[in-house]
């Protein structure tokens, strides 16, 4: 990797690395690191998803004081869900320096997390923290709803069951998958059916329509 | 709820609260919020969740320099699983300050984790860490193998799809569910089946089944 890589990336993330090894860990996916011997960004990655985790827990409970639960659950998704994180290596130019091999277009949320775990073994808590709160907690961002939970919810409810979630189908290349997913509920005809790039995607998906359609046969009850 | 529970609670705990209703505030279960009015722990187990899954993750980062990224998250399910949980709140006899309503066992987990946000408001990190490290790392345990990604992993390596699970029926009053989960892999005739007390435990079950027949069969195919 060029230095000039790796300086351009430093100075994106506003954070200089006394040991820069730890930043070359950070951007090493395990297909190279299994090719090479080299130490993937694995470990880091589990450190650094800790880290983000409970940094913005703590932020959004102090920030959010009347909230519950619920909610800050879902605000918490929406800052650590993988997509965001994608968005956000984008931005901070990591892709220039993912060392991998055979990724058609590597997944950035993994080298985010990563990143955090390597500042964090630099320079400790304070930079891991601050770097969370510039890049991650300062966006603007709506709370994530779990579809899937509240169709859960709801279907035990209103059915005494839970929702029964089916892949019909994956197609396309590895790098690229589509995944069919229907969604039903045991004893009634209740049913949808989405697509999404990953299970959870379509099966977030296929949980909305199903709800959309409770509602409107709720409705319809209570004319 | 008496000074004497909560002075027992606290001895137990090792932790001497200066605002003692933030261990109140732990020890209410939503059941008895709901009907009440009162702040329930859902907030203070949203925190206390994030505060553990640091700790033990910086933890078994920093004790075990040689293990790949897999065993550190079994290790981190063996600590913060709902079991184990539940069993360190028996310990420390939560279960006397527990404030809920209609619950015939409540589970103590949730408290545990409430606990730790209530210790973390009301002392600081240093406190949280400390209560963390004396009763949850110091546990000799073994990681909990996380069965169903195993199963995904060669389900998806050896057939190109993924497993496949339903429930077959849930049956006992909602205090006491048992799940009855098939796991099987599309294409083919394997199949497993398994009970248990949680959706995920009758999975991780059926998963384990369904690996060690793949395992058998493979090892036919080799003869």
Same mark, same amino acid.
């Given at each position: 990797?060029?230095l000039?890589?790796?300086s351009k990336i430093?100075?994106?993330?506003e954070?200089?690395f006394k040991?820069?090894?730890?930043?070359?860990t950070?951007?090493?996916?395990s297909?190279? /690191?299994?090719?090479?011997?080299?130490?993937s960004n694995?470990?880091?990655?589990?450190?650094?998803? /800790?880290?983000l985790?409970?940094v #913005? =827990? #703590?932020?959004?409970? !102090?920030?959010? *004081?009347?909230?519950n639960e619920?909610? +800050?659950?879902?605000l918490?998704?929406?800052?650590?869900n993988?997509?965001?994180?994608?968005?956000?290596?984008k %931005? +901070?130019?990591?892709?220039k320096?993912?060392?991998?091999?055979?990724? #058609?277009? *590597?997944?950035l949320?993994q080298?985010?997390?990563?990143?955090?775990?390597?500042?964090?073994?630099?320079?400790?808590?304070?930079?891991a923290k601050?770097?969370? %709160?510039k890049f991650?907690? =300062?966006?603007?961002?709506?709370?994530l709803h779990?579809?899937k939970?509240? +169709?859960?919810k709801?279907?035990?409810?209103?059915?005494?069951?839970? *929702?029964?979630? !089916?892949?019909e189908?994956?197609?396309g290349?590895?790098? !690229?998958?589509?995944? #069919?997913?229907t969604? =039903?509920?045991?004893?009634?005809?209740? %049913?949808?059916?989405?697509?999404?790039k990953t299970k959870?995607?379509?099966e977030?998906?296929?949980?909305k329509?199903l709800l959309d %359609?409770? !509602?409107?046969d709720?409705?319809?009850?209570?004319?």
């Open positions: 990797m060029s000039q890589v790796l430093e100075s994106r993330c954070y200089r040991n820069r090894e730890l930043l070359i950070a951007l090493t996916h297909s190279y /690191a299994h090719q090479t011997g080299v130490e694995e470990r880091l990655e589990f450190l650094g998803d /800790a880290i985790n409970f #913005v =827990s #703590v932020e959004i409970f !102090k920030k959010k *004081p009347n909230e619920q909610f +800050l659950t879902e918490k998704s929406a800052y650590v993988r997509n965001f994180l994608n968005e956000l290596g %931005k +901070l130019s990591l892709a320096g993912l060392r991998h091999i055979g990724l #058609v277009e *590597p997944r949320d080298a985010v997390e990563s990143l955090i775990g390597a500042i964090y073994l630099d320079g400790g808590f304070g930079p601050r770097f969370i %709160k991650i907690l =300062s966006a603007r961002i709506e709370p779990d579809q939970g509240l +169709l859960r709801i279907v035990h409810d209103k059915f005494g069951t839970i *929702p029964y979630y !089916k892949v189908r994956i197609y290349p590895p790098h !690229k998958r589509t995944f #069919v997913i969604v =039903s509920i045991t004893g009634t005809r209740l %049913k949808a059916r989405a697509t999404g959870k995607e379509a977030m998906k296929a949980a329509l %359609k409770i !509602k409107i709720h409705f319809f009850e209570n004319l």
